[in-house]
Nanobody
C-alpha cells in the first residue's frame, strides 16, 4: 500500500520559515516526479512546486517563487518543501504528491498524502 506522509506543518509568524517533509512508503519514487499542492479555506487546491526524479528540474507557482524551495532525497524516499518569508496568504493545508511521470507532476497526480496544516499569523 502506497503512503505519502507529510510532517512539519504548524503555526508560524509572518516572515518566518517552516520545512515540510513527505516520506513515501509502499514503493520507491526515485524514478518519479514529486510535488506539493495546497488548499486554503474556501479555495480550490493549487499547485505549489514540483521536482523531477533526479532533482534536475524544479517548478514553482509564481506566488511562491523565490521563497519556497523543493528538494528530495531518493535514498530516503522523501521530498521536502523549505518555506521562507512566509505570508498570511500561505496559510493552507499542504499536500504531498507523487506521479507516474518522471519530470513534473500533473494537475491531478497519481498519489496524494493526507495533508499537513500550515498557519501563518500576522
Amino acid at each position: 500500500q502506497v503512503q505519502l506522509v507529510e510532517s512539519g506543518g504548524g503555526l508560524v509568524q509572518a516572515g518566518g520559515s517552516l520545512r515540510l517533509s513527505c516520506a513515501a512508503s509502499g514503493r520507491t519514487f526515485s524514478n518519479n516526479a514529486m510535488g506539493w499542492f495546497r488548499q486554503a479555506p474556501g479555495k480550490e487546491r493549487e499547485f505549489v512546486a514540483s521536482i523531477s526524479w533526479n532533482g534536475g528540474y524544479t517548478y514553482y507557482a509564481d506566488s511562491v517563487k523565490g521563497r519556497f524551495t523543493i528538494s528530495r532525497d531518493n535514498a530516503k524516499n522523501t521530498v521536502y518543501l523549505q518555506m521562507n518569508s512566509l505570508k498570511q496568504e500561505d496559510t493552507a493545508v499542504y499536500y504531498c504528491a507523487a506521479d507516474d511521470r518522471s519530470t513534473v507532476v500533473r494537475t491531478i497526480p497519481a498519489y496524494w498524502g493526507q495533508g499537513t496544516q500550515v498557519t501563518v499569523s500576522s
